[in-house]
């Protein structure tokens, strides 16, 4: 994804088999294995070398495999695997670390690790950023590496993903990653949510950038709020009038004549 960003969150390799168990009933993981002769015919499911030629005797290449040790394995994720199996995403606040995982299977990635390796010759000599319904990139100048950082900063991991997995239910349709960006040919899209992040990469590495406000004010209608707020509605109305942009959590909730507030 570093060498080509457009590639998405669903093209994550797997072992084969990643059960545990056969299912009742079932066969397991269906796997398309390579030398299929339909597919050999047409060109397809051969091994193939560093130049894409595929091996002139297939079986030879095939035998000269050997297998990886569970210690070379081990090395090989760790080495290539920095922060967590999935990458640099952008962490949950939170996140914190669960009692019954050892400290090195806990890898909470801050902001600061999606760009530890970007520098300013990764971008153009100045960003242009429209901010409207949500924040519209221009890519041009842009490198890969810094396309691929951007979006993860609008991505992070699916929680009924994995609530699903640690209970042995179907994650089925449930994506391990949920991903707030898009993009077409000119703009990378991120969510207004990421802007401060965008601020303190582009800050931090003293990078140029032209903000453009394009957002909606709205249209002022003449109507009087003749409600009454509650005490604890109040401190909240405060706090949100000094913001035009973020969410407000409730994490408790009261009830006052039959409403939930």
């Known amino acids: 994804m570093n060498k080509r960003h457009e590639i998405n969150f669903k093209s994550y390799d797997r072992l084969f088999p990643n059960q545990d168990t056969l299912p009742k009933g079932g066969f397991g993981n269906l796997i398309a294995l390579p030398l299929q002769m339909t597919a050999r015919q047409n060109g397809n499911s051969v091994f193939v070398d560093e130049n894409f030629e595929p091996y002139s005797n297939q079986w030879d290449f095939l035998g000269a495999i050997n297998k990886l040790s569970e210690d070379r394995l081990k090395s090989l994720i760790k080495n290539l695997c920095h922060g967590n199996e999935l990458g640099a995403l952008k962490q949950d606040e939170e996140e914190t670390e669960k009692p019954w995982e050892s400290a090195a299977e806990f890898h909470p ?3 600061e690790t999606l760009f530890r390796s970007l520098s300013k010759g990764d971008f153009p000599e100045k960003v242009q950023i429209v901010r409207a319904n949500v924040l519209y990139i221009l890519k041009a100048d842009f490198s890969q590496k810094a396309l691929n950082s951007l979006t993860r900063l609008a991505a992070f991991k699916n929680p009924e993903f994995y609530r699903s997995q640690a209970m042995r ?3 089925y349709n449930k994506p391990r990653i949920i991903s707030c960006s898009d993009e077409n040919a000119k703009y990378l899209y991120l969510s207004r949510g990421c802007e401060e992040d965008i601020r303190n990469l582009l800050d931090g590495l003293n990078v140029e950038t032209n903000w453009e406000d394009r957002t909606n004010c709205g249209r002022k209608i003449n109507v009087k709020f003749k409600g009454s707020l509650g005490d604890e509605q109040k401190p ?10 973020g969410v407000l959590s409730g994490h408790h909730r009261f009830w006052k004549n039959g409403c939930g507030c």
Do not use: F, H
Request: proline share 0%; charged share 25%; net charge positive.
């Open 236 to 245: 909240a109305i405060r706090k949100l009038l000094k913001y035009d942009n």
């Open 109 to 111: 990635v801050q902001s």
């Open 169 to 171: 239910l179907s994650t």
